[in-house]
């Protein structure tokens, strides 16, 4: 195994991956020991806990555009009535009904 320390600027996708399978195999041993289960439990509680991460970052990601939309629509004088023509929601996907007596 190669020991060599690189710079960020030279570490491969597949270094960076290596080390972190290391760190998150001693994780889950470090957490199995302090929750008394086993390493499925403990990677069920990482998924759980990165889940719960993602949904917090994309709350907070959806936070700071919306403030900077606010700030371009005061920085430009747009109005709400203005953007409603330009801006529309995304509609609910269509889900396709099959005809009544139709057969294939």
Do not use: W
């Given at each position: 195994m190669n020991t060599e320390v690189k710079s960020p600027a030279e570490e491969t996708t597949d270094d960076v991956l290596g080390r972190l399978v290391g760190q998150v195999k001693t994780s889950l041993g470090n957490i199995a020991?302090?929750?008394g289960g086993s390493r499925e439990e403990a990677i069920e509680m990482m998924k759980k806990a990165i889940a719960k991460a993602e949904k917090q970052e994309a709350?907070?990601?959806k936070?700071?555009?919306?403030k900077t939309v606010k700030?371009?629509?005061?920085?430009?004088g747009?109005?709400?009535g203005q953007l409603k023509g330009y801006v529309k929601a995304s509609p609910?996907?269509?889900v396709a009904k099959a005809k009544a007596g139709a057969t294939k």
């Amino acid at each position: 195994m190669n020991t060599e320390v690189k710079s960020p600027a030279e570490e491969t996708t597949d270094d960076v991956l290596g080390r972190l399978v290391g760190q998150v195999k001693t994780s889950l041993g470090n957490i199995a020991s302090s929750i008394g289960g086993s390493r499925e439990e403990a990677i069920e509680m990482m998924k759980k806990a990165i889940a719960k991460a993602e949904k917090q970052e994309a709350a907070e990601k959806k936070s700071k555009d919306l403030k900077t939309v606010k700030a371009l629509c005061r920085k430009h004088g747009f109005t709400s009535g203005q953007l409603k023509g330009y801006v529309k929601a995304s509609p609910a996907p269509k889900v396709a009904k099959a005809k009544a007596g139709a057969t294939k």
